[in-house]
């Protein structure tokens, strides 16, 4: 599998994502994963633009997403997954997707959320979505750079 990262960050590509993520993973290609960006013209120039130079950018909806990565399209590349929330990677696993750890980056804060930590925010069915994963046995952690220590993400849900 060439899957060498998944990582929920609401920001999808930033300077965490395009510069420290991808150097220290030695990522070919980053994918997002999102219906509704794979549809936004402004926000997928935005995200071209953020993507560093030599690295692959992919913007697919999920089922789309999921049978190119099923079919081997990928298979020569190191592979970096990017979502804004857990349910594009609960549908991705459903898809038949096998996830070994699933990163959770930044979730910003709403009206609507509540923290888990100081950079984790979470509304209900992100929790129904985390716990679903923890349940098809993908592993849940929560580092922020490649330099912190990794946390499990579900002793912190508790």
Known sequence: MTIVGNRIDGRLIHGQVANLWTTKLNVTRIMVIDDEVAQNDI???GLKL???PGV????LPIAKAAENILAGKYDSQRLF???RKPDRFLRLVEAGVPLETLNVGNMSQSDETRPITRSINVVDADV????????KGVKLTAQMVPN???ADFMNLLK
Do not use: N
Request: no cysteine; net charge negative.
């Open 81 to 83: 997954i990017v979502a």
């Open 56 to 59: 692959k950018l992919s913007i």
């Open 148 to 150: 912190d220590p990794v």
């Open 50 to 52: 953020a993507t560093p």
């Open 43 to 45: 926000e997928k120039s």
């Open 128 to 135: 129904e979505a985390f716990h679903k994963l923890h349940e």
